[in-house]
Every structure is written in structure tokens, then in C-alpha cells.
């Protein structure tokens, strides 16, 4: 879900629909650690921090699967 609204984001009336910081920081805790065992960093371009707080205009982080 993460990966895919990132790269190929849900358009609605013109405007592209981004995961939320949530989102992102949900799929960096579960995915952080194995790839740090594989001596993989979380990519900067992931950076949770560039992605919008929950507003209603982006996926937040409750509608993983």
C-alpha cells in the first residue's frame, strides 16, 4: 500500500491522494529492522517526516494490509 501510493498515487479530481506520515511510519517499523539485518538503511527518500499528518487527503497509516 505504502510503496504503491507512493509511486502511483490514486488521482481524485486532479489532485494525487499520498500516503500519510502515519502510513510511513507504520511500514518503517515493521520493515526497518529486517532490512537494517541486511545491512539495508531505511531509504532517505522514505523520510516519514515529508509526508502530510492525517488530514483526509492522503492514506494514513490505519488502512495497511
Same mark, same amino acid.
Request: hydrophobic share 35%.
Given at each position: 500500500?505504502?510503496?504503491?501510493?507512493?509511486?502511483?498515487?490514486?488521482?481524485?479530481?486532479?489532485?494525487? /491522494?499520498?500516503?500519510? *506520515?502515519?502510513?510511513?511510519?507504520?511500514? *518503517?517499523?515493521?520493515?526497518?529492522?529486517?532490512?537494517?539485518?541486511?545491512?539495508?538503511?531505511?531509504?532517505?527518500?522514505?523520510?516519514?517526516? *515529508?509526508?502530510?499528518?492525517?488530514?483526509?487527503?492522503? /492514506?494514513?497509516?490505519?488502512? /495497511?494490509?
Amino acid at each position: 500500500m505504502f510503496l504503491c501510493s507512493l509511486f502511483a498515487p490514486v488521482c481524485v479530481e486532479q489532485q494525487s /491522494i499520498y500516503p500519510c *506520515k502515519s502510513l510511513c511510519e507504520s511500514v *518503517k517499523q515493521s520493515c526497518e529492522g529486517p532490512m537494517l539485518a541486511y545491512n539495508y538503511p531505511w531509504p532517505s527518500m522514505f523520510n516519514c517526516s *515529508k509526508f502530510p499528518e492525517d488530514n483526509g487527503l492522503c /492514506i494514513p497509516g490505519s488502512n /495497511i494490509m
